[in-house]
């Protein structure tokens, strides 16, 4: 694959040891700027994002987005053979980017110590959804699981899509029953996000009736009454 030698990264050989979204689009900024990322696949599956929403026998859409302008290679890591072609590739690299739950690299034999023992000068970046170390350490996780921690999604929106009242379903007004509930009420509670605690939950309310009364303010000036909704 022939290289930009004036881009910023021109020089740099990235090992991307990640699958799905996060890691590839890493690595994908790197690669655009003129490292040479090698992604590094195992020899089973491979990256899942190969078969998401593709016909049979072709690779998706999606994989090829976010893995353009890089190199492959395919190593089974829990075999000799394998791990060791990773040592002489972490040997003339410059960063690995590996995104397995916390302890997987270390069973492999490839963890960050194993590699820099055998490249001093290698950065090792991990991507895990709640860090190294911590109770939610060992779990999965997506957008939608940290978004619900923050509660941010009650916060996302733009001018053109703004969230929609939960109770009238109109995106120009914000709706919320008069009364909280207490902290301990499944539907509604004082306070949201992780800074919270774990006995304060938050979700959409379900929308109410139309004989329900409800407090309704404008998304945008958090004033005015709901306009045309009904159910206010």
Request: proline share 7%; net charge positive.
């Amino acid at each position: 694959m022939p290289q930009d030698h004036d881009a910023p990264l021109a020089g740099i050989r990235v090992l991307d040891l990640t699958r799905l979204l996060p890691g590839p689009v890493c690595t994908l900024y790197l690669a655009d700027l003129g490292a040479d990322v090698v992604k590094v696949e195992d020899t089973g599956a491979g990256d899942y994002a190969r078969d998401l929403g593709n016909a049979p026998g072709t690779v998706s859409a999606f994989f090829r987005a976010v893995n353009r302008n890089k190199r492959s290679v395919a190593l089974d890591l829990k075999r000799a053979g394998g791990r060791a072609a990773l040592l002489a590739l972490a040997r003339r690299a410059d960063v690995v980017v590996e995104s397995f739950r916390p302890g997987v690299m270390t069973a492999l034999g490839a963890d960050a110590a194993t590699l820099t023992a055998a490249n001093p000068r290698l950065v090792h970046a991990s991507i895990t959804g709640y860090g190294q170390t911590g109770p939610r350490a060992a779990h999965a996780g997506h957008d939608i699981n940290y978004l619900g921690y923050r509660a941010s999604s009650t916060r996302r929106g733009c001018a053109v899509a703004r969230p929609r009242c939960p109770t009238c379903r109109s995106p120009t007004c914000w709706a919320a029953p008069r009364r909280r509930r207490s902290p301990s009420s499944p539907r509604w509670s004082g306070r949201s996000g992780p800074a919270a605690g774990a006995a304060s939950t938050w979700r959409w309310p379900t929308p109410r009736s139309r004989t329900t009364s409800s407090r309704c303010t404008r998304w945008s000036s958090g004033a005015a009454r709901c306009r045309g909704a009904r159910t206010c």
